[in-house]
Structures are given as structure tokens and as C-alpha cells.
């Protein structure tokens, strides 16, 4: 019997948790896609078979003008895409609560070379009027002058903009000569939220660039930015390779996403985690003294609670603080949640509670 590998299981794969929707492992036809491309030789740095085959499922989705440029991960996707569409002394108006800007180590601004300029919001949601608190200035030389408009569909607190909200949004900002950019992290847990197609919320109301998540959603590892509007780019090439972005076996990204997206997986996988959401949300708002603080719209639930009871309820559990002085709390859904991993965690929640 031949030796397959030297790898030893490291986990309890029974073990689930709320933490995050990158906790979740593969999904097995992400596997075995990653299968189906491995073996032979193909042409490095994107010039493969699976990389021009996604480009024909990426017009599938996003229309024939859609260019997609294969990246490692998320924070890549967004700081390759606003470089693209920035000047060295430009701004991104994105909200204060934005992955851009909370979560990205300062890369768009380190690495992107660009300014962020932030807005706070009551739902994680910007507006043209939130927009325009920051929207001046583009002849002063004394600052960033703005040049994009940057959205996160679904937002970080969990909403979901409509598709007639990103056309005031897109609308506006074109109007002053800016550019619009959406981080799709949960792109589509949005889609599935609303019931319409990504296009609907995209370059149908006028988004320039999408940052495209699948890691969220059941792939291994990869992104991808997606230009909608190729006359808002330049050089997108060349500022993938200088952002460190650019995957020599990029066939193994492009399979994954190939995966996703040529059929209904991407929606499948969605659907799923945003139903464990409700789910998870039904249960919790049985549960006196916790408090869900947004619309549960997509894969998301944020509460308050005790923070000695989400102390306790985190060694049963894994799951994050939001805001730990105020104890807000975020659990998150994943493609592989089951109701039975919900309804535990809410039992356990009612009995810490009632401890």
C-alpha cells in the first residue's frame, strides 16, 4: 500500500463554533475541483485553461465587459482594486466600520498608498448624504482628494444594501467624478438575502470594481477582483504583481471559483448559512436579557448580553466580542453550520443565562 501522506488530523472535526464563517473548512466539491485541476503541467501566472474558462463564467454573472484578475485573499482583492482606481493622492469615503478600515492591518493605506476617508454609520450602510460628508475638497492640495466610494455587500454589521440603494450611491459618486467600489466579502449571502443575481446589486446599478469573496463561502483559499467598467482601471496587471497577488498556480484558484460559480454552489452555500442566521436569531430572541442589535439579513447575528455570561458561553463555543465594553457580541454562520449546532448553542446560551 503506497504512502499518500505524511499528515496527521490536528482537530476534533466535530467541533463547531460561531466565530467566523472562515472557520469553516473546504467544501467537498471545492476539493474536489482542486482534484480535477492538479496533475500535468499548465501555463503559469494566469495564461491557464481554468483561469480563461472563469473568465467566461465571470460574464455569465457580470456581463461581457467583466474582467477578473484571480488574487490570494480578501484584503488583496481590495487593496489590488483601489490602487487601480486611485491616484497616489487620492481618497476612499468608505463607512467607519468598514474591513477596509477596522480590519485590514492599514493595508490600503500602507500598502494601497491611498487615504481612507471614513464615515460612521448607524447599520454599516452609506448613503449619498453620509457620502458627501466627506465628498469636498478635490481642489485642495492641502487634501486627499476623494476619488472612490468604497461599500461592503453585505456590510459588516450584517445588512444588506438593496440594489436601489447602490444605484443612489453609484449615481452620486459618478455624478462628482469619483468611482465605486464593492467589497463583496459576503457577496453571496447578500444575493441570496435579496433574491436576485449578483449582477442585480453590481455593474446593473453601476459598481466599477467587486472585490469577489469565495473563502467565506466554501472555498480553500482565493479571491478575485472583478472590473466591471474597464475604463475606471489601469494597469490592473501590473498592481496585482506589485501588491505580492499574483499566484504562479493560478489555476488553483480559478478552479475553486469555477466551482462556485458555474453552477448554483456559490447560492446553495449562501442560502444555507443565511438560514442558520434566522435560525439562530429565532432562538436567541426567546432568551430574556439578550438583545439582537441588527437586522439579521445575511449570515450574521450581532447581540448583547452579559459579558460574564458570553465568558462562559465562549469555553463551550467559540465566537468573538464586537464591542467588549459594551458587550456586543458577533455570531456567524458558515456553509457547514447545521441546525443542530444552532439549536445547541442556543441551549447553552439559556443555560448560561439562567446561571
Same mark, same amino acid.
Given at each position: 500500500?503506497?504512502?499518500?501522506?505524511?499528515?496527521?488530523?490536528?482537530?476534533?472535526?466535530?467541533?463547531?463554533?460561531?466565530?467566523?464563517?472562515?472557520?469553516?473548512?473546504?467544501?467537498?466539491?471545492?476539493?474536489?475541483?482542486?482534484?480535477?485541476?492538479?496533475?500535468?503541467?499548465?501555463?503559469?501566472?494566469?495564461?491557464?485553461?481554468?483561469?480563461?474558462?472563469?473568465?467566461?463564467?465571470?460574464?455569465?454573472?457580470?456581463?461581457?465587459?467583466?474582467?477578473?484578475?484571480?488574487?490570494?485573499?480578501?484584503?488583496?482583492?481590495?487593496?489590488?482594486?483601489?490602487?487601480?482606481?486611485?491616484?497616489?493622492?487620492?481618497?476612499? !469615503?468608505?463607512?467607519?466600520?468598514?474591513?477596509?478600515?477596522?480590519?485590514?492591518?492599514?493595508?490600503?493605506?500602507?500598502?494601497?498608498?491611498?487615504?481612507?476617508?471614513?464615515?460612521?454609520?448607524?447599520?454599516?450602510?452609506?448613503?449619498?448624504?453620509? !457620502?458627501?460628508?466627506?465628498?469636498?475638497?478635490?481642489?485642495?492640495?492641502?487634501?486627499?482628494?476623494?476619488?472612490?466610494?468604497?461599500?461592503?455587500?453585505?456590510?459588516?454589521?450584517?445588512?444588506?444594501?438593496?440594489?436601489?440603494? !447602490?444605484?443612489?450611491?453609484?449615481?452620486?459618486?459618478?455624478?462628482?467624478?469619483?468611482?465605486?467600489?464593492?467589497?463583496?466579502?459576503?457577496?453571496?449571502?447578500?444575493?441570496?438575502?435579496?433574491?436576485?443575481?449578483?449582477?442585480?446589486?453590481?455593474?446593473?446599478?453601476?459598481?466599477?470594481?467587486?472585490?469577489?469573496?469565495?473563502?467565506?463561502?466554501?472555498?480553500?483559499?482565493?479571491?478575485?477582483?472583478?472590473?466591471?467598467?474597464?475604463?475606471?482601471?489601469?494597469?490592473?496587471?501590473? !498592481?496585482?504583481?506589485?501588491?505580492?497577488?499574483?499566484?504562479?498556480?493560478?489555476?488553483?484558484?480559478?478552479?475553486?471559483?469555477?466551482?462556485?460559480?458555474?453552477?448554483?454552489?456559490?447560492?446553495?452555500?449562501?442560502?444555507?448559512?443565511?438560514?442558520?442566521?434566522?435560525?439562530?436569531?429565532?432562538?436567541?430572541?426567546?432568551?430574556?436579557?439578550?438583545?439582537?442589535?441588527?437586522?439579521?439579513?445575511?449570515?450574521?447575528?450581532?447581540?448583547?448580553?452579559?459579558?460574564?455570561?458570553?465568558?462562559?458561553?465562549?469555553?463551550?463555543?467559540?465566537?468573538?466580542?464586537?464591542?467588549?465594553?459594551?458587550?456586543?457580541?458577533?455570531?456567524?454562520?458558515?456553509?457547514?453550520?447545521?441546525?443542530?449546532?444552532?439549536?445547541?448553542?442556543?441551549?447553552?446560551?439559556?443555560?448560561?443565562?439562567?446561571?
Amino acid at each position: 500500500m503506497s504512502r499518500t501522506t505524511d499528515a496527521r488530523r490536528h482537530h476534533d472535526p466535530e467541533v463547531r463554533g460561531f466565530a467566523s464563517d472562515n472557520y469553516a473548512g473546504a467544501h467537498p466539491e471545492i476539493l474536489a475541483a482542486l482534484a480535477v485541476a492538479n496533475g500535468g503541467h499548465q501555463v503559469s501566472y494566469g495564461d491557464d485553461e481554468y483561469t480563461e474558462h472563469l473568465r467566461r463564467i465571470m460574464h455569465s454573472h457580470f456581463g461581457q465587459h467583466a474582467e477578473v484578475f484571480p488574487v490570494f485573499n480578501g484584503t488583496g482583492a481590495n487593496v489590488v482594486a483601489l490602487q487601480a482606481l486611485t491616484d497616489r493622492w487620492g481618497a476612499v !469615503i468608505c463607512a467607519e466600520s468598514s474591513h477596509i478600515n477596522v480590519d485590514e492591518c492599514g493595508a490600503p493605506e500602507r500598502v494601497g498608498g491611498l487615504k481612507l476617508l471614513t464615515v460612521p454609520t448607524p447599520d454599516g450602510k452609506l448613503t449619498p448624504e453620509l !457620502i458627501d460628508r466627506q465628498a469636498y475638497g478635490w481642489e485642495d492640495e492641502h487634501r486627499a482628494m476623494p476619488q472612490v466610494v468604497s461599500i461592503t455587500q453585505n456590510t459588516e454589521l450584517g445588512t444588506v444594501y438593496t440594489p436601489a440603494e !447602490i444605484r443612489a450611491i453609484c449615481e452620486h459618486a459618478h455624478e462628482r467624478g469619483m468611482k465605486v467600489h464593492l467589497d463583496g466579502a459576503r457577496i453571496a449571502n447578500a444575493a441570496a438575502s435579496l433574491d436576485v443575481p449578483m449582477r442585480a446589486f453590481t455593474n446593473a446599478v453601476g459598481v466599477d470594481v467587486l472585490s469577489y469573496g469565495g473563502t467565506k463561502n466554501g472555498m480553500l483559499f482565493g479571491e478575485a477582483v472583478v472590473v466591471l467598467n474597464p475604463d475606471a482601471v489601469r494597469a490592473m496587471k501590473h !498592481i496585482r504583481k506589485l501588491s505580492m497577488q499574483l499566484a504562479s498556480k493560478m489555476r488553483f484558484v480559478s478552479v475553486q471559483l469555477e466551482a462556485l460559480l458555474a453552477g448554483d454552489l456559490w447560492l446553495r452555500n449562501a442560502r444555507h448559512s443565511n438560514a442558520m442566521a434566522q435560525r439562530l436569531a429565532e432562538g436567541v430572541r426567546s432568551v430574556d436579557g439578550v438583545r439582537i442589535l441588527h437586522p439579521v439579513e445575511a449570515n450574521a447575528v450581532f447581540a448583547r448580553l452579559p459579558h460574564e455570561v458570553s465568558r462562559r458561553l465562549q469555553r463551550r463555543f467559540r465566537f468573538y466580542f464586537w464591542d467588549e465594553k459594551a458587550g456586543d457580541v458577533r455570531w456567524m454562520c458558515a456553509f457547514d453550520t447545521t441546525e443542530d449546532d444552532v439549536d445547541a448553542f442556543v441551549q447553552a446560551l439559556k443555560e448560561e443565562m439562567a446561571a
